[in-house]
């Protein structure tokens, strides 16, 4: 996994603004008051690049948080991993399972949990977990002890590069639920937190499976979380921004249900109860693009639709479509079905660009005329305009109704990805028995995805088929192919998949696991999410989920 270099992220903190203001945050002090934390707001000085915040009490003990904006530092949609070790300094426990879980950013918002193992862990032991992250994902872990009994609760956000985490446990686990989390950048993956960057250090308390992030460690013995290789115990809890600040801040909750009722069965469930416990070795690295695969059908909220009545269990797209909704990606109909043959709309694709891809801004937007700020589109379509996905038609024409071509999505996904191809074009496209038929100014760009296993030719794969309108299904195929181009989700094996047999790279003929390896590109989900798509001919009384915002089953 390739990883951005110290020098870099020095540049980056040169932009890094501090936080000037502080704001009283009265559901912290009632949840620190119901644990006699007694605290107010006060803000302090701070000669370091990144600007902080305390929560304290000037009047009695001081109890204060200081709060860090990673989202500052880090550059938005790079691929990241972590790195997880356990401690117990007071040596009194052997092993502990760890449940690991992640919530991944998705535009302003979150998707719903989802499992991704439980690891057994003996103390002091690490485990790497890599691929299909991106930085301000935010990971959950729950602990048990090797009686299935919760012991601690944990949750840490995704940084730029590796993140190295440790997670401290009490000298009495089973009584005292507390944990000390500890994490940072770990670009060079020493297992260190690097020079110079923000050590994230904050405690976090269960009771009665209800948990609250701590603003300070001073009104419980510290020294108990401390481990030797790790920074001395802060008088002040040091968090991430966003878990103080905005609408999925953390701190300023009174307490968080750790087993909310909306969760997946396997996330509530005892550890090896539905799933079998992995045992974590030395030097251990786990795939998290392929952990999202392999749970995808136990790992959903109970409320979240991923099969449908139209979409059988051979259906050639299943694969695609089921990885996609489990992601909050695609949803279907309220009448349960997915309706993989109906056609999809340039706003409709705006949508799903929209969920799907967290690239910068490389245009400015600009007013097309036929799309009004009351379009349900009208965000997704000027956000992806000015990510460079989808230009006018005619002018400043934007024609949202417009029913895409396989060439047109084709197109637009190889523009945007700025992916090159590797060898003679003719050669590459010469698997494709209507290779005549792809026009001139973009067969440079079709035989770019071919190389890089995005093309999905369904029924004949030899047959591009570029003139013929794109399905809801084809069109899940060919975005969830881009995203595993990226490494951001794990590989479908699909006989339908251009690549899974052979093509010719520099003149030569290559199997799919001989193809050159993709640029590497940030990616994130794709759908059609609360401003998503229209899927093709619904109507207010039966729409999809991005009519009006409504979701399936009105959710």
């Known amino acids: 996994m390739k990883y951005i270099n110290q020098s870099y992220f020095a540049q980056i903190s040169k932009f890094v603004l501090a936080v000037t203001s502080a704001a009283m945050f009265s559901p912290i002090a ?8 007694p ?6 000085s701070d000669n370091s690049s990144t600007g902080q915040q305390l929560l304290a009490d000037k009047k009695v003990e001081r109890s204060s948080y200081t709060q860090v904006s990673s989202s500052k530092v880090s550059a938005k949609g790079r691929k990241t991993g972590f790195s997880l070790a356990i401690w117990q300094p007071a040596n009194n426990f052997s092993e502990v399972i760890a449940r690991v879980s992640v919530k991944s950013k998705s535009d302003k918002n979150y998707l719903q949990e989802r499992f991704l193992g439980d690891y057994k862990y003996k103390i002091k032991q690490k485990a790497k977990f890599v691929k299909g992250l991106k930085a301000s994902d935010r990971i959950v872990v729950r602990l048990y002890d090797t009686q299935n009994r919760f012991i601690g609760y944990s949750e840490f956000e995704c940084l730029s590069a590796n993140t190295t985490v440790n997670l401290i446990l009490s000298a009495k686990p089973n009584e005292y639920q507390v944990v000390r989390t500890v994490y940072g950048v770990d670009a060079d993956q020493d297992g260190t937190i690097d020079a110079g960057k923000t050590t994230y250090d904050y405690f976090t308390q269960v009771r009665n499976q209800r948990v609250i992030f701590l603003s300070s460690s001073q009104t419980f013995q510290g020294n108990q979380f401390q481990v030797e290789s790790l920074s001395p115990i802060s008088a ?26 909306d969760l997946a069965e396997v996330l509530q469930a005892n550890p090896g109860s539905l799933v079998q416990v992995t045992e974590v070795s030395d030097n251990s690295s786990y795939d998290i693009s392929q952990m999202l695969m392999n749970y995808r059908k136990i790992s959903m909220s109970r409320s979240l639709q991923v099969g449908f009545s139209d979409v059988s269990v051979n259906y050639w797209a299943k694969s695609f ?30 949508a799903m660009l929209r969920k799907a891809f967290a690239k910068g801004k490389i245009r400015q937007a600009i007013a097309f005329k036929d799309v009004s ?3 349900w589109a009208y965000n997704a379509i000027s956000e992806v305009y000015q990510m460079g996905f989808l230009n006018p038609v005619v002018d400043k024409d934007f024609n949202p109704s417009e029913k895409l071509s396989r060439l047109d999505v084709l197109v637009a996904l190889a523009q945007r990805l700025n992916y090159q191809a590797s060898g003679y074009t003719d050669t590459i496209l010469s698997v494709y028995s209507d290779a005549n038929t792809i026009p001139r100014e973009y067969r440079s760009l079709i035989a770019a995805l071919t190389q890089r296993g995005i093309v999905v030719n369904y029924p004949n794969v030899n047959l591009l088929n570029a003139e013929q309108i794109a399905t809801r299904s084809e069109v899940s195929a060919l975005l969830y192919q881009a995203l595993s181009s990226t490494g951001k989700v794990a590989n479908i094996s699909s006989e339908y998949v ?10 030569q003929t290559q199997t799919s696991a001989q ?28 729409g999809s989920n991005d009519e009006g915002g409504r979701t399936p089953g009105n959710r």
């Open 30 to 37: 009632s949840a620190s008051a119901a644990l006699e934390f």
């Open 39 to 44: 605290t107010t707001v006060a803000q302090i």
């Open 236 to 261: 002040s809890s040091v968090y991430p921004l966003s878990f103080t600040q905005g609408e999925f801040a953390l701190v300023r909750q009174s307490f968080i249900n750790v087993f909310s009722s």
């Open 321 to 350: 479509i089921t990885k996609l909704t489990a992601m909050e990606i695609l949803e279907g109909f309220p009448d349960g079905t997915f309706r993989p043959d109906a056609p999809v709309t340039r706003a409709q694709f705006a």
């Open 373 to 375: 700020t009351q379009n």
């Open 498 to 507: 251009v690549g899974q047999q052979q093509v010719a790279v520099d003149g």
């Open 515 to 542: 193809r050159i390896k993709p640029r590497r590109h940030c990616n994130q989900g794709i759908g059609n999410g609360a401003e998503g798509c229209d899927p093709g001919n619904s109507h207010p009384h039966g």
